[in-house]
């Protein structure tokens, strides 16, 4: 690796940081004091988090459920408590010099929810506030989930959709954007798998396990790299990582779920346990499943298993911090029809009678992260927090054909990052820092259609917030360097500058409009460089191009917000041009029955939006509305890219009566007819589902059961981002049974 050989820049970096430790006298401090409570009955709620979003800082209530938070400078902040399966809650306040605010805070379980990001900026903000149009799916709603692959969680978001070739390897597209350009991240930094190069990779995840989970819609290529280009997706798994402190005791859970649609059973079990300033946590997942069944019948080969735990310790000190765990994914999926596109040489297919049966394909898969977080908080000088997380990771994916391994990869690489938070001096603040990645990529067998590769990428950032009393500007730039270095091949080198600049104005009580405008640049991935062959989990006999410009992109990003004790909403809209954009170009060919693609550049352009907007007919019932759409071309041929989304819209009631809750809801969409050359025309459809659910909460202990019942129409349906979707239908009638406890 070549660490070595660029250790000017680092040490440039550093020592900007530390020129920048210089004293910043501030006015005379205040205080925020008060109780948290349950408003059922009255019981305090212990180890409760208070959190400061302005100032990034937060506490956690003791046994009477009292917190208290020192040395607050003066001026307007947004308190918001938390705790596990109860709504978080949001207060705002004024702290005038030297005063003691008190501020009590009742939770329940409530419609409205208040959602915290910390992926948009890279420190705490609501996402009402967040310059991007961000989603927060927090720990209620993920307990309910209990798919395998992250495009199964995440299906039916704002603004995504769902990729696949069968339920274990989706994986999330944001406003049309797929592959390379959505960067899949944990905590940060990514999780090295391959599931952005290929249909029938997967994109493992535990959502049980999750405190929450962000998507960041739209180019966020200045804090995390030039293939967020189209967006980000964050798990986030432990909150005490998440606010740099530790609490006291213990908390965890514990979930089984069962689906009838594919006979799937799980279990799922957490904990934390902190003492003084010592932590430790570990958590432990399984998941099996039959194949599931749709209106037609049974899917064959789609069956799904997954294993994954995790262990780790942290010491938290009243500034230093310093985190590691080790986690392990391990599962095996099918990989339905695969089996019918492999073509086999000549030679090869004298050992296959005539008629015989196509293979069945699966795929093994093992992913191993160590990770480390360590760090420094509150030091009162110019940079007020600076944070270094590091991830070592290797994938081993495995094909097989009728148990007989076809192709196998390994990817080993090693991420870290390095942020330093200004204290904010009058009305600036922001972060910089600087960012890397090593990468050994080798695969062996049929699919092996590279070469192996070394990748190298190194990235300066900064990212800035001007607030004035009307109005807040945020800028920044992202100067990144990436290498690709495949044996016996030509060697490329990218190197491109990323900035953006928005702002955000208040227009009434409850309402804001945010504009953003983003240049930012891709490198062309690997497989687009240096593919060659068939390559059955995109359906298509790939031919890269190792002369590949690089992308870039200019967008446009608008959005109106209101938030009110009855109307809550927002509306976004985009507009994306990208020049040389690269592309599978069809020629005309046919080789091991597959159509020849070739991977070309020119101009594109995506424009959409998505709006949600809930309205309280009632203090107990709101009406849901939801729609996204994303219309997306290759400018000089006026042709469609391959798995644009068609438009979507939910329609749905909340009705809440105590801690039962129950949500009824329509989900449509509209038929797809604008289609890339190789894809067929996608009917329209119409799904009604019913959630229901039911919280039981106590001082110390939480029951949260849950029943979906879907597709209660057993309509048939399909997915126009399945690569199946013409053999493999959407799901038929089904329940799906969730239990949690959690205990706090």
């Given at each position: 690796?070549?660490?070595?050989?660029?250790?000017?820049?680092?040490?440039?970096?550093?020592?900007?940081?530390?020129?920048?430790?210089?004293?910043?006298?501030?006015?005379?401090?205040?205080?925020?004091?008060?109780?948290?409570t349950m408003e059922a009955n009255g019981l305090p709620l212990h180890n409760a988090t208070i959190l400061v979003v302005q100032l990034g800082r937060s506490v956690?209530t003791d046994l009477e459920g009292r917190y208290e938070i020192r040395d607050i400078p003066p001026g307007t902040y947004d308190l918001v408590a938390h705790l596990?399966?109860?709504?978080?809650?949001?207060?705002?306040?004024?702290?005038?010099?030297?005063?003691?605010?008190?501020?009590?805070?009742?939770?329940?379980?409530?419609?409205?929810?208040?959602?915290?990001?910390?992926?948009?900026?890279?420190?705490?903000?609501?996402?009402?506030?967040?310059?991007?149009?961000?989603?927060?799916?927090?720990?209620?709603?993920?307990?309910?989930?209990?798919?395998?692959?992250?495009?199964?969680?995440?299906?039916?978001?704002?603004?995504?959709?769902?990729?696949?070739?069968?339920?274990?390897?989706?994986?999330?597209?944001?406003?049309?954007?797929?592959?390379?350009?959505?960067?899949?991240?944990?905590?940060?930094?990514?999780?090295?798998?391959?599931?952005?190069?290929?249909?029938?990779?997967?994109?493992?995840?535990?959502?049980?396990?999750?405190?929450?989970?962000?998507?960041?819609?739209?180019?966020?290529?200045?804090?995390?790299?030039?293939?967020?280009?189209?967006?980000?997706?964050?798990?986030?798994?432990?909150?005490?990582?998440?606010?740099?402190?530790?609490?006291?005791?213990?908390?965890?859970?514990?979930?089984?779920?069962?689906?009838?649609?594919?006979?799937?059973?799980?279990?799922?079990?957490?904990?934390?346990?902190?003492?003084?300033?010592?932590?430790?946590?570990?958590?432990?997942?399984?998941?099996?499943?039959?194949?599931?069944?749709?209106?037609?019948?049974?899917?064959?080969?789609?069956?799904?298993?997954?294993?994954?735990?995790?262990?780790?310790?942290?010491?938290?000190?009243?500034?230093?911090?310093?985190?590691?765990?080790?986690?392990?994914?391990?599962?095996?999926?099918?990989?339905?029809?695969?089996?019918?596109?492999?073509?086999?040489?000549?030679?090869?297919?004298?050992?296959?009678?005539?008629?015989?049966?196509?293979?069945?394909?699966?795929?093994?898969?093992?992913?191993?992260?160590?990770?480390?977080?360590?760090?420094?908080?509150?030091?009162?000088?110019?940079?007020?927090?600076?944070?270094?997380?590091?991830?070592?990771?290797?994938?081993?994916?495995?094909?097989?054909?009728?148990?007989?391994?076809?192709?196998?990869?390994?990817?080993?690489?090693?991420?870290?990052?390095?942020?330093?938070?200004?204290?904010?001096?009058?009305?600036?603040?922001?972060?910089?820092?600087f960012q890397g990645m090593y990468r050994d990529y080798t695969a062996q067998g049929e699919e092996a259609l590279s070469p192996p590769v070394r990748q190298d990428?190194?990235?300066?950032?900064?990212?800035?917030?001007?607030?004035?009393?009307?109005?807040?500007?945020?800028?920044?730039?992202?100067?990144?360097?990436?290498?690709?270095?495949?044996?016996?091949?030509?060697?490329?080198?990218?190197?491109?500058?990323?900035?953006?600049?928005?702002?955000?104005?208040?227009?009434?009580?409850?309402?804001?409009?945010?504009?953003?405008?983003?240049?930012?640049?891709?490198?062309?991935?690997?497989?687009?460089?240096?593919?060659?062959?068939?390559?059955?989990?995109?359906?298509?006999?790939?031919?890269?191009?190792?002369?590949?410009?690089?992308?870039?992109?200019?967008?446009?990003?608008?959005?109106?917000?209101?938030?009110?004790?009855?109307?809550?909403?927002?509306?976004?809209?985009?507009?994306?041009?990208?020049?040389?954009?690269?592309?599978?170009?069809?020629?005309?060919?046919?080789?091991?029955?597959?159509?020849?693609?070739?991977?070309?550049?020119?101009?594109?352009?995506?424009?959409?939006?998505?709006?949600?907007?809930?309205?309280?007919?009632?203090?107990?019932?709101?009406?849901?509305?939801?729609?996204?759409?994303?219309?997306?071309?290759?400018?000089?041929?006026?042709?469609?890219?391959?798995?644009?989304?068609?438009?979507?819209?939910?329609?749905?009631?909340?009705?809440?009566?105590?801690?039962?809750?129950?949500?009824?809801?329509?989900?449509?969409?509209?038929?797809?007819?604008?289609?890339?050359?190789?894809?067929?025309?996608?009917?329209?459809?119409?799904?009604?589902?019913?959630?229901?659910?039911?919280?039981?909460?106590?001082?110390?202990?939480?029951?949260?059961?849950?029943?979906?019942?879907?597709?209660?129409?057993?309509?048939?349906?399909?997915?126009?981002?399945?690569?199946?979707?013409?053999?493999?239908?959407?799901?038929?009638?089904?329940?799906?049974?969730?239990?949690?406890?959690?205990?706090?």
């Amino acid at each position: 690796m070549r660490a070595l050989q660029r250790p000017n820049l680092i040490v440039v970096a550093l020592i900007l940081a530390l020129v920048g430790a210089m004293s910043v006298r501030g006015q005379q401090a205040g205080a925020l004091r008060g109780v948290v409570t349950m408003e059922a009955n009255g019981l305090p709620l212990h180890n409760a988090t208070i959190l400061v979003v302005q100032l990034g800082r937060s506490v956690e209530t003791d046994l009477e459920g009292r917190y208290e938070i020192r040395d607050i400078p003066p001026g307007t902040y947004d308190l918001v408590a938390h705790l596990h399966a109860l709504t978080d809650q949001r207060r705002t306040v004024r702290v005038a010099a030297g005063a003691t605010v008190i501020e009590d805070f009742q939770l329940s379980l409530s419609v409205l929810r208040e959602s915290i990001t910390v992926t948009a900026s890279g420190r705490e903000e609501t996402t009402f506030d967040s310059f991007q149009a961000v989603t927060t799916v927090d720990s209620l709603e993920l307990a309910s989930k209990n798919a395998t692959a992250l495009g199964e969680v995440l299906e039916g978001q704002p603004g995504v959709a769902k990729r696949s070739f069968g339920p274990g390897s989706s994986r999330p597209v944001l406003r049309g954007f797929d592959g390379d350009r959505v960067l899949v991240l944990n905590d940060g930094l990514a999780t090295g798998t391959l599931s952005s190069q290929s249909g029938e990779h997967a994109e493992p995840v535990d959502a049980t396990s999750l405190d929450q989970l962000e998507i960041v819609k739209g180019p966020a290529t200045l804090l995390y790299g030039s293939n967020a280009i189209g967006g980000v997706v964050n798990t986030i798994a432990e909150h005490h990582t998440l606010h740099e402190q530790p609490h006291q005791g213990v908390r965890g859970h514990i979930t089984t779920g069962a689906n009838s649609i594919n006979a799937q059973g799980m279990a799922s079990t957490g904990f934390e346990y902190g003492r003084d300033r010592w932590m430790l946590w570990g958590s432990g997942s399984r998941q099996d499943a039959s194949d599931y069944s749709s209106p037609l019948g049974r899917v064959q080969n789609s069956a799904t298993r997954q294993t994954s735990a995790s262990l780790g310790f942290g010491w938290f000190g009243r500034k230093p911090f310093l985190s590691l765990t080790y986690s392990v994914h391990d599962g095996r999926l099918g990989v339905p029809f695969a089996g019918s596109f492999h073509h086999h040489d000549d030679a090869e297919e004298e050992h296959h009678h005539e008629g015989a049966e196509a293979a069945r394909v699966h795929e093994t898969y093992t992913l191993q992260n160590t990770r480390l977080n360590t760090g420094a908080r509150h030091l009162g000088s110019f940079v007020e927090r600076f944070r270094i997380s590091a991830n070592i990771s290797r994938w081993i994916h495995r094909e097989l054909e009728n148990s007989d391994i076809a192709t196998t990869f390994d990817n080993q690489a090693l991420n870290y990052r390095v942020t330093f938070d200004q204290r904010k001096v009058g009305p600036l603040r922001g972060s910089y820092g600087f960012q890397g990645m090593y990468r050994d990529y080798t695969a062996q067998g049929e699919e092996a259609l590279s070469p192996p590769v070394r990748q190298d990428n190194f990235a300066l950032f900064t990212l800035q917030e001007l607030g004035l009393e009307r109005v807040k500007f945020q800028f920044g730039g992202r100067l990144e360097h990436n290498r690709y270095d495949p044996l016996a091949l030509t060697s490329r080198s990218f190197t491109g500058f990323s900035g953006a600049a928005g702002a955000r104005v208040p227009l009434w009580k409850g309402g804001a409009f945010v504009a953003n405008y983003t240049h930012s640049y891709r490198s062309p991935a690997l497989e687009e460089l240096y593919n060659y062959g068939p390559h059955v989990g995109n359906l298509a006999f790939e031919i890269g191009d190792p002369n590949l410009n690089r992308e870039e992109a200019d967008g446009v990003d608008l959005s109106l917000r209101h938030s009110a004790e009855r109307v809550r909403g927002q509306a976004d809209f985009f507009y994306y041009r990208l020049g040389d954009f690269v592309f599978p170009a069809l020629t005309g060919g046919i080789e091991h029955g597959l159509p020849v693609v070739l991977f070309q550049q020119g101009n594109s352009r995506f424009v959409g939006g998505e709006a949600v907007l809930d309205i309280g007919l009632r203090s107990n019932l709101w009406l849901n509305l939801a729609v996204d759409t994303v219309n997306a071309k290759l400018t000089e041929t006026n042709t469609p890219p391959p798995r644009i989304p068609p438009l979507r819209g939910r329609v749905g009631l909340d009705v809440l009566h105590g801690s039962f809750r129950l949500r009824p809801e329509i989900v449509m969409a509209s038929s797809q007819n604008r289609v890339f050359p190789t894809e067929t025309r996608t009917p329209g459809y119409a799904v009604f589902q019913v959630d229901a659910s039911y919280v039981l909460a106590g001082a110390h202990t939480a029951h949260l059961f849950s029943v979906t019942a879907f597709n209660l129409g057993n309509r048939l349906y399909r997915n126009h981002l399945s690569f199946i979707k013409d053999l493999a239908p959407e799901v038929g009638r089904g329940v799906r049974f969730m239990y949690s406890f959690r205990f706090f």
